[in-house]
């Protein structure tokens, strides 16, 4: 199956933040649910889903492509969402979508501000650690400099934008899935992104 296809059916998920959203593309067209949930997002995002699909009227079984907000981010919430969209591709016979949560911020950025050009973002991982990652503002989209690094928070420059500024959303999600449709894995790929270091276990 092709999956350049500007018309697929693809269905979004974002949970990586105390956010909740989630967002269906079918036939051009965008139908989307988000709501702040936060520790909730195991409580609703099915409900929310299966919401989407009758608003749209869409067989799930049409669903051709799950893209989800891959992280990093929260632990638990880039799992929820990691672990629904494998779920969804295996039964619906879809392939999956990970999407940098990075990515994510910055094209949020890009859409909310004028700001274009270079642009650090950081986001914390535990106490004293953050991600941060480099992307260039482009007046048509996002480019990734430099991905997601972990970094003690007394080395994080103070010009950093704080990815709790941006909207983290399943649309956004969506819209750059669309740009790299052509990747879509097996739901095997439903892994979410891993930065070196970032477990707080250390080997004896």
Do not use: K
Request: with cysteine; net charge negative.
């Amino acid at each position: 199956m092709a999956f350049m296809d500007t018309t697929a059916n693809v269905l979004a998920i974002e949970t990586t933040t105390e956010v909740c959203s989630v967002a269906l593309a079918s036939s051009g067209h965008w139908f989307e649910d988000t709501r702040f949930a936060p520790r909730l997002h195991n409580r609703y995002l099915l409900a929310m889903i299966d919401g989407l699909l009758e608003a749209a009227s869409l067989d799930r079984r049409a669903v051709q492509v799950v893209a989800f907000g891959g992280g990093p981010g929260s632990f638990t919430g880039v799992r929820i969402g990691a672990a629904v969209a494998q779920g969804i591709a295996l039964a619906v016979d879809a392939r999956v979508l990970p999407v940098a949560s990075s990515a994510v911020a910055a094209e949020s950025l890009r859409r909310s501000t004028r700001r274009r050009g270079a642009v650090s973002l950081s986001r914390t991982s535990r106490p004293g650690w953050s991600y941060v990652a480099r992307y260039e503002l482009l007046d048509e989209g996002v480019r990734c400099l430099e991905f997601d690094e972990l970094v003690g928070d007394a080395d994080v420059d103070e010009c950093v934008v704080d990815v709790a500024r941006c909207v983290m959303s399943a649309r956004i999600v969506g819209d750059l899935a669309f740009a790299s449709l052509a990747s879509a894995g097996e739901p095997a790929a439903a892994a979410p992104f891993y930065v070196e270091g970032d477990s707080p276990w250390q080997p004896n």
